[in-house]
């Protein structure tokens, strides 16, 4: 018998709802609606349409219903850190901020007079970046931001959506994990550190793990769409976990992953945290995964370089596609000039075009200026970006890399995906592009008592992809460009 799930998938850039059905071992996808998502600036401040969100949901809902198979469980993923309030009534207090909005930008000497950035670290285990969860807070605590007294429930935004389809009102670990608000050693909220900041305790909500049943869809819904009542499930609810547990990894080697999209997340699976000294001094983090594990990771700016780089363009009037894009990288002078895919001056919206070229410009290295230079400056940065998150966890857990798999929407960047095995020395393996709704589908198994475990769900997953296995070349030219970029930017 065939069962079926409906996976909500929503990045920084779209949304899709995804109908899998598990049969024979196998799990097979269908795409039922896909949707624009993007930030919407008002007066400065950067927020996320929620409504239209839900909207867009139901509307893939609908689409699901109208297959008029037996859905068993739906469950929404989503990128980490953003957030939503509620009332005392239920309601939301506004909209929800886009992490990218800039009231954080000087957020660390204020955060860090009042907790010191190693305390912090020490206690939630996770990469500082200024866009966390725990930063929005404390900026809206230093500017007297009203909603913070008003809200009197925080909801990360896939437990935001699934609290408007089912009145579950909690925060799921692997998404709360992001935040940089929870204890890395007890998976519950860091309270002294949160008290420290002058954070109100008691907006956070229940952690709930993955794999759970949390109620079914409202009654006013099922109404609207003619429906019977359908499980509502938390699965890995940040896009990353649930990638991650879609990695086919099946062959004993020891391996490291790398989701691949607007964000670049690489790193390795750990049965618990890994907090350290040199884990601070690189910036790692230490968030939540299904199946208990750890994934011990470094956030890299990744296919964001590329996409507002082609935005800007066609703001400009040139209607490059992705291809063509790639095309002219391959074309363009190899080794030219390098960028830190990480610096703070790529995180805003914007020309990014012209940063990469004052980057280069202000490091002293050959300015790109070609369409094809400035994508080759990028692409080979974060292959070369890519090799030193890997030789740093190499240091820190002691653990050798045999494989990369690379999984998520960047498998599709063929040049990126070879320049990343020529840089790293390592097998590539690619696959599947669909991770997170693979990862989504086979969590809500594993609530149902479908999948047993993890390990049963990657076998499934392993058997239901297909890979390619990309093998490095060019060596010589590529430790030279590396020992170049770590001289700029180690």
């Known amino acids: 018998m065939a069962t079926h799930y409906l996976a909500f998938d929503l990045g920084a850039s779209s949304g899709r709802a995804i109908l899998g059905t598990l049969s024979d071992g196998r799990i097979e996808l269908e795409e039922l609606h896909r949707f624009d998502n993007g930030p919407v600036d008002i007066n400065g401040g950067l927020f996320w349409n929620l409504l239209g969100l839900f909207a867009e949901l139901k509307q893939g809902l609908a689409n699901a219903l109208a297959k008029g198979v037996k859905i068993s469980g739906i469950a929404i993923d989503t990128w980490g850190v953003d957030f939503g309030l509620i009332d005392g009534n239920g309601q939301f207090v506004g909209f929800p901020r886009h992490y990218r909005d800039p009231r954080t930008t000087d957020i660390y000497p204020y955060a860090f007079g009042k907790v010191p950035r190693d305390e912090m670290y020490r206690t939630t285990g996770i990469q500082f970046m200024n866009l966390n969860t725990v930063f929005q807070l404390v900026a809206m605590e230093r500017d007297g931001d009203s909603s913070l007294q008003t809200g009197e429930k925080l909801l990360f935004m896939p ?163 992705f291809d063509e894009m790639d095309m002219m990288a391959a074309e363009a002078e190899p080794f030219r000039s390098f960028i830190d895919p990480n610096d703070e001056s790529f995180v805003a919206p914007g020309n990014l075009p012209e940063r990469i070229a004052e980057f280069c410009r202000k490091t002293g290295q050959a300015v790109p200026e070609t369409p094809g230079q400035i994508m080759r400056c990028a692409l080979e940065s974060l292959a070369l970006r890519y090799r030193m998150a890997l030789d740093e966890i190499e240091e820190i857990t002691g653990q050798g890399i045999e494989i990369l798999h690379l999984v998520g929407g960047g498998v599709k960047n063929l040049v990126l995906n070879q320049y990343t095995a020529d840089a790293i020395g390592r097998p590539v393996i690619t696959g599947p592009v669909e991770a997170t709704a693979l990862g989504n589908i086979a969590a809500q198994a594993m609530a149902t008592g479908e999948l047993a475990d993890l390990a049963e769900a990657r076998c499934v997953i392993a058997a239901s992809t297909d890979t390619n296995t990309l093998l490095p070349a060019d060596g010589a030219e590529w430790d030279e460009a590396y020992g170049r970029f770590r001289q700029l930017f180690a």
């Open 159 to 321: 437990n935001a959506l699934t609290y408007l389809f089912s009145g579950n009102a909690s925060a799921e670990y692997t998404i709360a994990s992001t935040s940089q608000l929870c204890d890395a050693n007890t998976g519950t909220w860091a309270k002294k550190m949160i008290e420290g900041l002058d954070l109100p305790m008691a907006i956070l909500p229940d952690i709930v793990p993955p794999c759970t049943v949390v109620g079914e869809l409202r009654e006013a819904i099922c109404e609207e769409l003619k429906c019977d009542p359908v499980p509502f499930i938390l699965v890995g609810s940040h896009d990353t976990a649930s990638a991650v547990a879609a990695v086919p990894a099946t062959t004993g080697k020891s391996w490291a992953y790398l989701s691949s999209g607007t964000w670049s997340l690489l790193g390795v699976e750990l049965d618990k945290p890994l907090i350290s000294d040199a884990g601070l001094a690189a910036n790692y983090t230490n968030e939540g995964g299904v199946g208990g594990k750890i994934r011990f990771l470094k956030n890299i700016m990744g296919m964001w370089l590329i996409q507002e780089s082609r935005s800007e363009w066609r703001r400009q009037g040139q209607n490059y596609t």
